[in-house]
């Protein structure tokens, strides 16, 4: 299904147009907001969880940037069924950057709960996502480094991540960048094409992809989205645009479901001054 | 006036589905009109919900909407006051409350006071009104203000001065504050303090229609009431529930309060006027 074949070529363009950055002008706000971001909390060093995929690539590589590859530890962190060739993409990467690396596999840890119980694969994913999160914010307490996420804006927006699992971390530097802008600026950050060119996957089970189980291309979810959200347009003027109505709703009722996941957790107001309500100091207000 | 009796539908809106709360508003006005109500009185925001944020852009309508049109056609049986956030031809975003009489918008008021502070983020948001005006309606002369508004007594100097012998209060008040012993949320003493103080001094029926239910974590109370001249609570409703409450209002009272306090007679409404404009001229230069 393409939702976009009855919209003008010259209206697509546009959207493209505007989706794409400026790549060495973001990548430098990228790397001064994290080495910012690192050392004005007092720290001098990064950890990120590394997949193979092109979102912690991307982190990883841009952590490496900012901080020196000497201060950058890489968690490679397979379960059993994770893909062989992701592993290596992964360890390819580490080798390319020169940032530390480890590896723990989180099939023991992963397996001790899973084989408990008869879990369905979302559950499994999740658990897995979330035993990540352990070993990666211990990691963060052992090498004296801020978790860096890997997050981006087209997965925060549909919600597809696993809330305290692999949308855990201290800073995000891809929080504000469609799926398309970080697959543009880690190809001018020259990371590795097979890296790249992957078809993207959560591999939390063998031959989860992406875009398969959201039905979509992140190419054409991303152009609604920047429509949707960065340009406000309504729905009446999407579809009128020749926009498939069913795409829209679907993907619009998929972001207002996850908007949980995108705010920390409601607080029963009682007294006069609540947290996150009238105290409201920036974060930065803390270092 | 003419004697009329009316109603408070303490509600409890869906946030930002304006169907639904249609639909939930169309339930009551007919709960209004089997108690023979005049007039039934919905809280602020009553077909959005209050916290909407961005959300205000997507649910904001103009008069002509068919959301408005629902009410409009229902209004023969029962006049209505509800709460919208008003998309105004310029592209205007405001909190507004409108009153519907026999199949007309008879008055619209765009809430002039917008709330910035504390939890409240209205300015962000919304534009605020430009006027404060009593209207005429079949019952006699009334005024909308809406929550914020009520804050300012000003306000209530225009509304009561302007003639209303009813005057409004749709609002949308959090809880907060639970300290000492009271048995009384901070907030709702405020308000019950305000809509009885204003009654009394500018000798008018008042309403406080406050709404109910949690948003984002944030309680609204209801307790929501109808006020005689005399600062009497002629109806109350209870805390946290929807429900509807109402009140008999007669010119009789009205009658008696007026001879018994005559503050309105004794106004000296050309005094005020003349010292505004001498410190509006003072503090200009």
Redesign the interface.
Known sequence: MNPFSSAQSGFIDRIDDNLCLDAKLAIGVLEGFIRNEVNKVGFSKAVVALSGGIDSALSLAVAARAMGPGNVLALLMPYRTSSPASRNDAEELVEKLGVQSKIIDVSNMVDAYVNEYELSNIRKGNVMARARMIALYDHSEEFTGLVVGTSNKTELLLGYGTIYGDMASAINPLGDLYKTQVRQISEAMELPESIVNKAPSADLWEGQQDEDEIGFTYRDIDRLLYLLIDE?WSVPEITSSGIELQFVDQLISRVRRNQFKRRPP???????R?IE??FRYPRDWGV | MRDVRIGIAQINPVLGDIEANVDKHLEFIRRAVDDKCGLVVFPELSLTGYVLEDLS?DVAVDIKSSAINRLRECSGDVSIIAGFIHHTSDHQFKIASAYFEDGEIVHVHHKVYLVTY??FDEGRFCAPGDRIRAFNTKFGRQAVLICEDLWHPSSMVIAAGDGADIIHAPAAS?????SGSSQQL?SSRTWHDLTRTYSQMFVNYGTFANRVGYE????YYGLSQIVGPDGAILAEAPADEECLIAADLTDGALRRARISTPLRRDEKLELTIEELRRIKTERSQ
């Open positions: 406000r409601i607080i029963a107001k009682i007294s006069e609540t309500r009238e | 852009y504390g939890l959090p809880g907060r504050g639970v901070g984002d974590g944030i309680n």
